[in-house]
């Protein structure tokens, strides 16, 4: 729907769905000033706005904008999302050596949607960009673990497989986080073009000094100062909600594992002796030498038969449904283990403004010094919303996908199995 | 099908499947004579019927018989079986007592559906029965054991229940059993109509004479001998037949209790804590402050608690299908238990008839003794061959329905948690 508030009068011509930024809040009269992506400024009715906090992606400033859209809730600070998602494909695995053959690795080819243009990276290059991300960003962003070192095994097909997989996850979860996509190491480990251009960006991205609490350091002029008392119970919140996440999860995690277990142990076999011990009674009957047995000879052993299939399909189900479930819970886990660290230097930033008064009195600080203490502590909690919403909008996404496609896989586990054993019903003669 | 063959020739009328008793087999030119059931006596076109040994009820002698049918394939002798049926019905158990209230017992109503009048037995009265059947006939039948005597919690409702299906079991197999259920005892615990006639038929019974080998010693002059060498063959035979189904009973019977244990043990657990982890994710889910958060937080509960039911089902289910196969399977066990010892003093008969010639020889016996050795042997034969027939049309019938009756709860059961996990699936919102 296009909207257009009598342009001729200063007035703007905005899409429903688009993104304005405030240019002035204080017109009165239930109108604002705004500048559309165009470039355009004119006014536009507060009653058709929402008025959202949005974290401009550069993330060393934050920007106040308006959010043209009638049904979304208010949730607060939320990052500036790319129009296109980015997005990237980890496939190819390929043995590589150096020195001579001496070393050999796994090269994997990640191939992203904006390029279409694959590169190349060991695992130790993914190490590399983990270790940058969370130099720099760790404080802000819970940047979750890459799946795990290996050294026996590594070049063993299964395991290549299942690092490629993980890795794959790790990317896009990256890809989707429009802070980090964003960011230029992240952006010269997907487009670099050659070896010295990778070279290049390496030697640059390890010198960066806006690092850690440093990238909360260029401070936005127009947001609203936030209250420490309020910021410090929304980070209570966060920390709560993230701990009980993380108990859940890891709950999850071991009863799938118990379940993997069952189904690909005790149950697979107990299956199986069901089906051997039809199949032993249908040997046994058909030597009794007495006619009219073949039809339930038959039966028995197609009831056999068909609980050794059903002993391999229980067997062969987690792989098709409770992996991704476990996959996903597992990254989660990760992401969460992140989270304590991250808000521990958010809930430091609050006891050093709390303390500010005193320093103040005790002429340790400036008067200056505090208010840029308290504006940088607000800058800090928009980022920590912004990522926490983030999160929550990744999260109920994730979870409704995950458990949606287990039950899916689950339905027609039971039907199939339902399937099967009718039609070894089907053979038996109703007297 | 009634078949007229010329009456006025001399020729007999009779209908399908009607047995007839054959009175002379040497008429020769496709003709043998015979007597129907209303007792006219005439020839009859041996292309049109199957001669069957039928083993008259009363057990104390044999006769041949024409069987007209054209479908079923010869099996040898068979037992003679009546019109109807008899069955009965054990129910209604009630406590009662003795010597001022000093001894209490369980009391089973019994009603047969010949004469529709229960009478009241006590489990030890089932013993009696159980002994004077073996006494009388486990030379040449295999009398299946009782449910087992227990002396503690014998009053408790889940054992009475119990064993009065149990006992149910027993009785119908005795029933159906043409021998055992025409004998003077069983038809006395069925029918007796005061204390009077009980007491006066068990003294009856309980010096009845012709028990044991002595119920093969009337010997019908009618049949033809059969070769030892060949019974021999037979007797080696169902001996092993019986011995490897007993086997394989046996491995069902391991196998369900397996299955049984895992099914209300560590699966309903095991299934109960997939659906609490759900739940408590929903719960984590719940306390998130985020918006938006609704559905899936529904869909989690939903899906936890399907999880729950499923568990309660899963554990639940053996009560409903793998009951019916064990209890048929025990059943089959102490049936298959019996054999060995019936087998054995058949295969004594044939030892003894080894001996004969020698003991001719020696002056032991006569050649009018051998012969009847010979004679008897013959008998027991029949009587043999007439039970092996008779357990294997039960068998047939007993494990089609048995098998059936299990993948049919089976496929409900699958069917069952496919529905309920589609249920919990459509509360996903598809994204």
């Given amino acids: ?245 993380d108990n859940s999860v890891k709950e999850l995690l071991a009863v799938g594992h118990l379940h993997w277990k069952r189904c690909t142990g005790p149950l697979q076999k107990e299956y199986r002796q069901i089906g051997k011990a039809f199949q032993n009674l249908s040997s046994v009957f058909n030597t009794s030498a007495y006619p009219r047995e073949y039809t339930l000879k038959e039966a028995l052993t197609a009831t056999g038969k068909t609980y050794e299939e059903i002993a391999e399909i229980v067997a062969g189900q987690p792989k098709k449904d409770l992996h991704f479930l476990m996959e996903t819970n597992h990254e989660y886990k990760g992401l969460l283990g992140c989270f304590p660290d991250t808000i521990a230097v958010h809930k430091a930033a609050i006891d050093k403004v709390k303390e500010a008064d005193h320093l103040v009195v005790m002429n340790k600080i400036s008067q200056q010094d505090k208010l840029i203490m308290e504006k940088n502590l607000s800058t800090m909690s928009y980022a920590l919303q912004a990522e926490m919403n983030h999160f929550h909008s990744n999260r109920i996404y994730d979870y409704n996908r995950l458990v949606q496609f287990y039950l899916e896989e689950q339905v027609k586990f039971y039907e199939t199995i339902a399937e099967k054993l009718k039609k070894a019903l089907g053979q038996y003669t109703t007297m």
Avoid at 29 to 51: M, Q, T
């Fill in 1 to 245: 729907v296009t909207h257009m508030f009598a342009p001729g009068n200063n007035e703007l011509t905005v899409q429903e769905g688009e993104i304005l930024t405030l240019t002035n809040q204080s017109i009165g009269s239930g109108w604002v000033e705004a500048r559309n992506s165009r470039g355009n400024v004119g006014l536009v009715p507060e009653d058709y706005i929402e008025v959202k906090t949005i974290l401009i992606i550069s993330f060393v400033f934050v920007i106040s904008l308006l959010y043209l859209e009638h049904i979304m809730g208010e949730v607060g600070p939320v990052w500036l999302y790319p129009q296109i998602q980015l997005d990237c494909v980890v496939a190819d695995p390929k043995k590589g050596s150096k020195m001579y053959g001496l070393k050999s690795y796994i090269e994997y080819q990640i191939t992203p949607n904006t390029t279409n243009r694959p590169v190349n990276h060991r695992y130790k290059h993914f190490d590399w960009l983990y270790e940058r991300l969370v130099e720099k960003f760790a404080c802000a962003l819970p940047i979750p673990c890459l799946p795990d070192k290996q050294v026996t095994g590594r070049f063993e097909e299964e395991f290549i497989k299942m690092r490629m997989e993980r890795l794959q996850g790790w990317m896009s979860r990256m890809c989707r986080h429009p802070v980090i996509s964003n960011s230029d190491v992240f952006q010269l480990f997907l487009n670099y073009r050659d070896e010295k251009e990778w070279k290049l960006g390496k030697r640059k991205a390890e010198k960066d000094e806006i690092v850690g609490v440093k990238i909360f350091s260029n401070i936005d002029p127009e947001l609203p100062e936030l209250d420490p008392a309020q910021v410090e119970q929304k980070y209570e919140m966060y920390s709560q909600f993230t701990r009980s996440m």
